[in-house]
Structures are given as structure tokens and as C-alpha cells.
């Protein structure tokens, strides 16, 4: 099992949050997501396919940082 940190700059507040989490959870291998709105972070865990990730969070309306 992995751990990836995504930043992403757009978070701001607990909708973002739902938001993410909601699309990310869906994709297949992971195990659990959690949003830093704060720090404006995006940490996953499980058997990831970063490019699902990278999408799942884009489909929620947000882009990653590169």
C-alpha cells in the first residue's frame, strides 16, 4: 500500500474538501483520502494509479499543482 501527497492550490474551504473527497474515493485501489484544506493538500492511500487520482481530482473541478 502507497501514500501520495497532492498539492492543490484551489482548496479554500470544507465544500473543496467534500468535493475531493467524494470524486477521489470512487476511483479503484483507494483505501482512504484526506483533504488539508489548510495546507491546501490532497493525501491518498492504497493501490494508486496516480493518473486516475490526477483525473478524479480534476473531475471534482480543482487541478493539481505540478
Known amino acids: 500500500m ?3 501527497t497532492y498539492n492543490v492550490p484551489d ?7 467534500q468535493s475531493i ?3 477521489v474515493s ?6 482512504s ?3 488539508d484544506v489548510e495546507a491546501k493538500t490532497v493525501t491518498v492511500t492504497g493501490e494508486l494509479d496516480e493518473q486516475a487520482i ?3 481530482i ?3 473541478g ?3 499543482a505540478a
Open 26 to 31: 470512487q476511483v479503484q485501489g483507494v483505501a
Open 62 to 64: 480543482y487541478e493539481v
Open 54 to 56: 490526477v483525473s478524479a
Open 58 to 60: 480534476d473531475e471534482a
Open 2 to 4: 502507497e501514500e501520495v
Open 21 to 23: 473527497e467524494d470524486e
Open 11 to 17: 482548496i479554500s474551504c470544507q465544500h473543496c474538501k
Open 33 to 35: 483520502v484526506e483533504v
